[in-house]
């Protein structure tokens, strides 16, 4: 048999693939996740097939969509007798470990499995001095979350069987929000970040969905994701302490009142006087803490990169560095995920692995993070079972081109209308050319839901003409045929993988 390579699998949660410098927005630089890009390949068309942290993991570990997995909303833990890739390597001959955001459930039932070493923050996990659960026992490690999973990572491959191929899942808790970023990081970005085109969106000519929701940048951060407080006595903290953090919503000025805001690490005064003068504070103030905490992940990366160089790993290593969604960074005016809208349904994915795949290429078929799986399985040479309905991403990564890659990305948001965003549920396809949204509008009680029975709606969008998807063409006449002819893929798509249609 051949040697079975080595696999870095590298998570981020909520980093959107904008904000990656090779993939070319130019709003920060990321030198050392773009040596992933320059010495292996790009994918441009990676979808998330649940725009959430729970299900996109499980996702990622059975290599099945979540009606299948069962792990459809925040708040339905993963069962972990179900078989995943970890066990499939286990017992294929690798030695395995996860370390970081687990995010699929707490205790016998729901932690780590098929893991021979895993150290998992709890929930959501902090930034700093963060609580780990590492195999069952409580442990609370001081400093800042990014740096402990490196280190705990590199201090597991370096005690690692150097006779045995290895599979690290290295999950970083950042840049998820709140964006607390290292304090050595907090003067980064000093200039202004250009806003999005389409950051004061109206919303029309679209499906209801996108101006119900609550993930406006404009109105619903809060005092904790900017990292402010009120002075003391202001309305919103009341009697407490100046440094009293909130996850409430910071209120927008009206024409009678000043706000005033506090940096809550520097004591530095902010006064509003209008919503317009505190929209650009707000945009600014949350896409550079995003950004800083993201200097961190690109050094945790650089570490990870330069250990294997320097005990002669890399050329047996297939190195991979991802997100667990996409992420809205002003466009439409929001932060957060949830939609099948391209900045939260694509997902960053690069890939190296000197043997196989070129350097500097960039693949524009679709992927899916329920390929992840086989792909591992292929390039560890065991069989991918039948119950994963991922295909593995191997022959793209050996070429990128290749011509016969049919794929659809199939996606489907379950959590109807939670309490915090107020996302409408949906499912649809994305295609090469178009994007079919069905806002079927129901939360079958699932955990997390709000019960729903909205008007159903139907979005088309043009990729190739509207790439922002501003403009819903799902009822123009000249778009018939090609509906019909989407209407009928995703029916089969539907059909392929087992999930039920709504009507
Ligand atoms: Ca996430």
Redesign the pocket.
């Known amino acids: 048999m051949k040697k079975q390579p080595n696999i870095l699998f590298i998570m981020a949660?909520?980093h959107a693939s904008k904000a990656i410098s090779s993939y070319g927005c130019g709003i920060n630089h990321t030198p050392n996740i773009d040596r992933i890009a320059n010495e292996g390949m790009r994918f441009d068309h990676c979808y998330v097939t649940n725009s959430?942290?729970t299900p996109?993991r499980a996702a990622i570990l059975t290599g099945t969509y979540n009606h299948v997995n069962a792990v459809t909303t925040l708040e339905t833990p993963m069962n972990n007798r179900l078989p995943n890739v970890a066990k499939h390597l286990k017992t294929g001959g690798y030695q395995t470990a996860i370390i970081g955001k687990w995010h699929l459930g707490e205790g016998s039932a729901y932690e780590p499995s098929g893991f021979d070493f895993w150290s998992v923050l709890p929930g959501q996990g902090d930034y700093f001095d963060p609580l780990f659960i590492e195999m069952g026992e409580e442990l609370v490690e001081a400093g800042y979350v990014t740096d402990i999973i490196t280190d705990k990572s590199i201090n597991w491959l370096s005690q690692a069987d150097k006779q045995k191929p290895f599979f690290l899942m290295c999950h970083h808790k950042a840049p998820?929000r709140e964006w607390e970023p290292h304090p050595k990081n907090r003067s980064l970005f000093a200039d202004d970040v250009v806003v999005p085109s389409t950051f004061d969106d109206d919303y029309k000519n679209r499906a209801r969905a996108a101006a119900e929701a609550k993930m406006r940048i404009k109105d619903d951060l809060t005092y904790d994701d900017l990292g402010l407080v009120q002075p003391e006595g202001g309305a919103e903290i009341g009697e407490k302490s100046r440094l009293f953090s909130s996850k409430r919503k910071i209120p927008n000025p009206d024409d009678t009142s000043e706000l005033c805001l506090i940096d809550k690490d520097t004591g530095e005064n902010f006064k509003f006087n209008s919503r317009e003068e505190l929209s650009q504070f707000k945009y600014q103030r949350y896409i550079k803490r995003y950004l800083r905490t993201i200097a961190s992940i690109d050094e945790s990366v650089g570490r990870l990169l330069d250990f294997l160089d320097t005990h002669n790993l890399t050329k047996d290593t297939l190195v991979i560095y991802t997100s667990?969604?996409g992420f809205f960074l002003g466009e439409h005016g929001w932060f957060d995920?949830r939609f099948m809208y391209e900045e939260s349904l694509q997902m960053p994915f690069l890939a190296k692995f000197p043997s196989e795949v070129p350097a500097g290429s960039i693949c524009s078929q679709i992927a899916c993070n329920v390929d992840f799986a086989p792909t591992f399985l292929d390039f560890a040479g065991l069989t991918i079972p039948s119950y994963m309905q991922g295909e593995s991403l191997r022959p793209l990564l050996n070429q990128a081109d290749i011509q016969n890659w049919q794929q659809v990305a199939y996606h489907r948001y379950w959590m109807h209308r939670d309490p915090d965003h107020n996302a409408y549920s949906h499912y649809g396809i994305r295609t090469q050319k178009y994007k079919l949204i069905y806002w079927y509008n129901e939360g079958f009680d699932l955990p997390g839901t709000n019960h729903g029975g909205e008007d159903k709606e139907w979005e088309l969008f043009d990729c190739e003409n509207d790439p922002l998807e501003l403009f819903n063409v799902f009822n123009e006449p000249n778009y018939h045929q090609i509906i019909l002819q989407l209407i009928q893929i995703l029916e089969e798509k539907m059909l392929e993988i087992g999930d039920e249609p709504v009507h």
């Open positions: 949660d909520d959430i942290c996109s998820h667990d969604q995920k």
